[in-house]
Every structure is written in structure tokens, then in C-alpha cells.
């Protein structure tokens, strides 16, 4: 595909204006339906649905105005503006962001928790006892409490400030070198490029979907397989459906009985269309390293079971005693793929260096979104104020460095994975780093109040699927196929994330004070995440595990090793992002769903070449679009109606 010349005219300013009215409009609606409603999950998948569902109506506007009234009509430039505004700005109010931060800062000092309260700075959480007991009970006036959320709300907007500036300093560092000379596939962005912008060049040149009959097809699936299923659970439950989420599916672990075959633990069936259509995208290298790598896992949590290795728990993903340790495992895969990505980068970073200090032989950065030497000095201020962030919270130096280094670790690897293998939705390692980084250690070797400042930063490391850099990288990569112009771009991403933080922080202040977190909130529990760790931390004094130290140095040698394979043997297929998503949550729903994609990819080439790969796209993009479709209308309608509906996804 030719790179079309960069230009102004997709970042427009009605784009940025209409994207600035937008954002807060979708973190208000996504908040209420998450929060309130207990809805679809409308900001955890990788393609946000809250998002993607307003881009599609907005372009079904705008396809009237091209027809009616043209003058008006937004460019195909200005909608994929609009849509990578929505993914920046929506993002930070999902889960593993303000969702799971907002509960955790009111005090509620009883059990447990009121014994070790003392550890937590109080000026960093909200303590008033009358704003803290209105946030529980609910019917009170937001704005009369929020005196006490001034300083708290001021001091972790700021850190997260840091750690989004840090993600976009990185994220343009690492452009050229993923976008351009790696061509990573970028699966999730193809979607959206050819859906709005016509412009993803799969396989060469534009696919006109228009009326074409396997595209309408594939949208006809999921909203006939998603529609059935709202109607059986919101309507007519003697409706019969096909069953899609692993909640409806049979629970095929329950096939595995007795020892060692009970070591195969969590397995479940789904069907979710959405996921075999963003599957077909991918290389089939991916695909299959994907699925076939959480069977690999499988297989060696039953080859621990028969060899006595574990107590009965090695199949748990959070299993911190006995082999596989695949938590840990999977922490070491992320910074593994990390420093991998780094390392292959390492010319084009010292590029990087060399303009920003003024050496010959630097890199161009004209295209960029900003220079080089802006985005070396702001990755220095943004690390350095994490740090101190953390060192005011009362986290010693050292640990404050190395855990917001290593977390932005995991973020590049966390990145690379959505850039590379476009998982529907990406978890992070399934034993965070909070916790860890405190147990390998050993709590025995951390003050109490260090355990107490460092608790608090569970929130931010608890769930990957909202994090900000993949948006970022995304972003980048649909200014590089549509041709917009990227430093506008940065300004509207800026103006983006401003308004969705603001909006973030409004709408979840008023849903908890108008209905009570204590009255069915979804994301109540969060709160009491921390001090339950905490408390365990305290309760359970340990040594250095070095059991679990070395399974995450197995994690990053299985990385190094499966990618140094992909370079010495040419029909080596097993790709480390397979092992690195396999030893998450992501495969434990999405492993059927991505083999059915894979399998329907593999025999397309076989039997059709690309040309055959070509004309079965139309089809796997209506799936997407399809069950993107259907459950932001539902969404929709069971925001105006205020009724208890059926989640589409994820469970």
C-alpha cells in the first residue's frame, strides 16, 4: 500500500470540535451502562463499543449528508479523526483506570481494613466522614461533597497525567519503528479503515463493501445469534438461542476428572463473532501460535498434576506455590516481549537520540507527532514525576523506580501484543506487579507503611484492557494508511484526553452519590481490592520467593527462545505472543473462537489465494461490525428505557 502524503485535512477543526463535544457524551453514556445499568462492557474491548458504535451512526448521518446536504458531510479523514479521539479520550475511564480507581479512594474504616487504615496517606484518599458515607448510601448532591475529593483528585489526575505522557513519548519513539519498518499488521485498526475510512488496503487497494451480499451477511449473523439471546433474557425467556458467552456454554472442565487430567482447571466454549471476524485478519502464524499455545499450557499444568509437582492448584492462572506458576510466568513473557521490542528497536532509538541531542546521523522526525527531542525530555519529566509520585505516597525510592519501569514494561509489551496479534480484548499478566513485586521480595523485607503506600497502587495495575499506549500506537497507525496530518492529530488526542478525564471523573462522582455504591454499583467491590490486599500482606509475613523469581525469568527466556526459533528455522510457527497471551485471561474465552477464525483463514488461502482471502473479507468484517452494532443498540436501548438487559460481552 502506498502511504498516502501527510495532510491537514483529516484533522480538521470542526473534527477536533465535534470529537471535543463527543468524548464526555460517550464516557457519560459508557459509565452509566457499566456503573448503573449493568450492561455490555462498553470501553474493555480493544475496539471500544461505546466508541465504535457513535463513528458507525456518524457515518450513517453522514452518508445522508453526502447525499442531501454535501457542504456539511465530514471527509472519511475527519470520521477516523473522530474515532481515534473516542479511543484516546474514552479509555482512561474504563476498567484498570478511574472504574477501579474512584472506589478505592473513600476510606470506609471498618473490619479489618480499620486496623491497618493508619498505613495509607489519608491527604491521597477521601476521609470526610460525611462525603464518604453519602458515596455508599447514595441521594446526595455530588458537588456538596466535593471539597473532599479536591486534593486526592488533583494528586492522582496529575500521576495519571505522568503515566499517559510517559505512554505518548513512547509510543512516538517507537512509530516509525513498528509502523514502518517492522509493518506490525495492526489487525484492530484495519477495521475501522476500511469501515470508515475506506482507506486499510488488506490485501490491496480499498474492498468496496457498499451492498456487497457476504458483508451484509456477516452482519446478519450476530444480530440475529445477539438478538435472540437479548430477547430470551430480557423478554421471552422460553425463546430458545444459541448460546455465544462462556456463562450460557457448558463448563468442559467438568469433562476432566480426577488426576492429572483435573490439571487442565478453567476451560470454556464461546462463539463470539466478533472475535472470528478480528481473528481472520490476523497472519495465521498468530492465529494459530494464539490457540494452540493456551493448549501447550494446558498440557503442561496435566504434566504437573502427573508428576506431583503441585497441591492441587496448578492450574489456577493465580497460583503463586507450586509449578506452572503461570502468573508469574506470564508477568516475565510480558517484560521478555517488552525488552524483545526494545532490542529490535535499538537502531532507530539511538536514531532517535542522536537527533535529539544534535548528532549527525539522527533520524528524521518531521512526520512525527512530536520531535524526537520533546519526546526523550518529556519521557524524563513524566518517569521522573511517577517516581516522586510514588515517593510522596510514601513508596521507597528504589521500588518507586524500579515498579513504574517495570509497568511501563508491560505497557510496550501490552502494546506490541494488540499491534501484532489485535486480541479482542487484552489482558495484562494475571499476577500483577503490585503484588508481585511486594510478595518475591518478600513482605518481611518492606516496611508497613510502604506495604500501606504501595497497596494503593493496585488500582493502576490491576487490569490492562483500558490502558492508554495501544490507543496511542493506534492512533499513529491511522494518520500513517489515511495520510492525516499527525501533530494536528496529537492536539486533537490532547484536547481528547482532557475532556475524557474531566468527563470521567464527573460521571462516576454523580452515579455513585445519586445511587449508592452500597445499592448494586458494579464497580463498588473495586474499593475493598486494596485493603484486602494490604491486610493479606500484613497478615502473611514471607520471605524472598525465589520459586517465583525464576519463573519469570523463565517467562522472558521462553520469549527470547521462541523468537531467536522464528529466526534460525524459516517454517518455525509458534510466535512468543502466543505464549505471552496464552499464560493471561485473554485465550481462556477467546481460544475457540480464534481457532475458527484461524481455521477459516487457513483453508480461504489454501484453496483461494489471496484473491479468494479477499473476497471473503466482506464477510468476516460484517461479523465485526455486526456485534458491534447490535450491542451498542442495545446499549442504547436499555439506557432510554431503564431496564435490566442482556450483556453481548464479554460474559
Not at 525510592?397 to 514494561?409: G, H, K, N, R
Not at 505464549?579 to 485465550?587: E, S
Request: charged letters at 10%; glycine letters at 12%; one cysteine or more.
Amino acid at each position: 500500500m502506498n502511504r498516502p502524503s501527510p495532510s491537514p485535512e483529516g484533522v480538521t477543526g470542526r473534527a477536533i470540535l465535534l470529537g471535543a463535544v463527543l468524548v464526555p457524551v460517550l464516557v457519560a453514556w459508557a459509565e452509566y451502562v457499566e456503573i448503573k445499568a449493568a450492561g455490555p462492557d462498553m470501553i474493555s474491548t480493544s475496539i471500544i463499543l461505546c466508541v465504535m458504535f457513535a463513528v458507525l451512526v456518524i457515518s450513517g448521518v453522514n452518508s445522508l449528508l453526502h447525499r442531501f446536504a454535501p457542504r456539511f458531510a465530514l471527509r472519511p479523514g475527519e470520521i477516523l479523526t473522530l474515532y481515534a479521539m473516542g479511543g484516546v479520550g474514552v479509555s482512561p475511564c474504563g476498567i484498570g483506570m478511574l472504574q477501579w480507581l474512584v472506589p478505592a479512594l473513600p476510606a470506609r474504616g471498618t473490619g479489618r481494613w480499620k486496623d491497618s487504615d493508619y498505613l495509607v496517606p489519608a491527604w491521597a484518599r477521601v476521609t470526610d466522614p460525611e462525603a464518604v458515607k453519602a458515596f455508599y448510601r447514595g441521594g446526595a448532591d455530588w458537588q456538596s461533597h466535593l471539597h473532599a475529593w479536591a486534593v486526592p483528585i488533583a494528586f492522582w489526575t496529575a500521576l495519571l497525567l505522568a503515566l499517559f505522557g510517559a505512554m505518548f513519548c513512547l509510543s512516538v519513539l517507537l512509530r516509525r519503528q513498528w509502523i514502518e519498518r517492522e509493518r506490525l499488521l495492526f489487525p484492530l485498526v484495519q477495521f475501522p479503515l476500511e469501515v470508515l475510512g475506506g482507506t486499510s488496503g488488506v490485501g490491496g487497494g480499498p474492498i468496496p463493501l457498499g451492498k456487497n451480499p457476504w458483508f451484509l451477511i456477516g452482519i446478519a449473523v450476530p444480530v440475529v445469534l445477539q438478538g435472540l439471546a437479548a430477547l430470551h433474557y430480557t423478554f421471552l425467556p422460553a425463546l430458545p438461542f444459541f448460546p455465544i458467552k462462556p456463562n450460557d456454554m457448558p463448563e468442559v472442565q467438568g469433562w476432566f476428572v480426577g488426576r492429572p487430567w483435573s490439571g487442565v482447571g478453567y476451560l470454556r466454549l464461546t462463539f463470539y463473532p466478533f472475535v472470528i471476524g478480528l481473528a481472520f485478519l490476523l497472519s495465521v502464524e498468530v492465529s494459530f501460535s494464539c490457540w494452540f499455545s493456551y493448549w501447550l499450557i494446558k498440557l503442561l499444568s496435566v504434566l504437573t498434576f502427573a508428576l506431583g509437582w503441585n497441591d492441587g492448584d496448578g492450574a489456577d492462572l493465580w497460583n503463586t506455590k507450586t509449578p506452572p506458576l503461570f502468573g508469574d510466568q506470564s508477568v516475565g513473557g510480558f517484560l521478555g516481549l517488552a525488552l524483545l521490542s526494545l532490542f529490535l528497536a535499538r537502531r532507530h532509538l539511538a536514531g532517535t537520540w542522536r537527533t535529539a541531542i544534535g548528532e549527525a546521523g539522527g533520524s528524521d522526525d518531521r512526520d512525527e507527532a512530536i520531535g524526537y527531542r520533546t519526546a526523550w525530555i518529556g519521557l524524563g519529566v513524566c518517569f521522573s514525576a511517577l517516581v516522586i509520585s510514588g515517593v510522596v505516597l510514601g513508596v521507597p525510592p528504589l521500588a518507586a523506580f524500579a515498579f513504574f519501569l517495570c509497568f511501563l514494561l508491560l505497557v510496550i509489551g501490552f502494546a506490541r501484543i494488540r499491534a501484532e496479534a489485535g486480541v479482542p480484548w487484552g489482558y495484562g499478566p494475571p499476577m500483577n506487579l503490585n503484588g508481585f513485586t511486594v510478595e518475591a521480595v518478600g513482605t518481611a523485607h518492606w516496611p508497613r507503611e510502604a506495604l500501606g503506600s504501595f497497596s494503593l497502587l493496585l488500582w493502576m495495575d490491576n487490569d490492562y484492557r483500558s490502558t492508554q499506549m495501544p490507543y496511542q500506537t493506534e492512533a499513529w497507525k491511522i494518520a500513517d494508511a489515511a495520510g492525516l496530518h499527525a501533530r494536528r492529530l496529537a492536539v486533537a488526542l490532547l484536547v481528547a484526553l482532557i475532556v475524557g478525564l474531566i468527563a470521567g471523573w464527573v460521571s462516576q462522582l454523580y452515579l455513585y452519590y445519586a445511587f449508592g455504591g452500597d445499592n448494586g454499583l458494579q464497580r463498588t467491590a473495586q474499593g475493598a481490592k486494596f485493603p484486602t490486599l494490604l491486610n493479606h500482606w500484613l497478615s502473611n509475613t514471607r520471605p524472598t520467593a525465589w520459586h517465583r523469581i525464576g519463573a519469570v525469568g523463565f517467562g522472558m527466556t521462553a520469549v527470547w527462545g521462541l523468537a531467536a526459533l522464528r529466526t534460525a528455522f524459516a517454517g518455525w510457527s509458534l510466535h512468543p505472543i502466543g505464549y505471552v497471551v496464552a499464560c493471561t485471561w485473554t485465550m481462556q474465552w477467546l481460544w475457540l473462537p480464534m481457532l475458527i477464525g484461524w481455521l477459516a483463514k487457513t483453508v480461504v488461502l489454501r484453496y483461494g489465494g489471496m484473491r479468494g482471502y479477499r473476497a471473503a473479507l466482506p464477510f468476516f468484517f460484517g461479523l465485526i461490525l455486526g456485534d458491534y452494532a447490535v450491542s451498542g443498540g442495545l446499549a442504547l436501548f436499555y439506557t432510554l428505557f431503564d431496564v435490566p438487559g442482556y450483556r453481548t460481552f464479554p460474559i
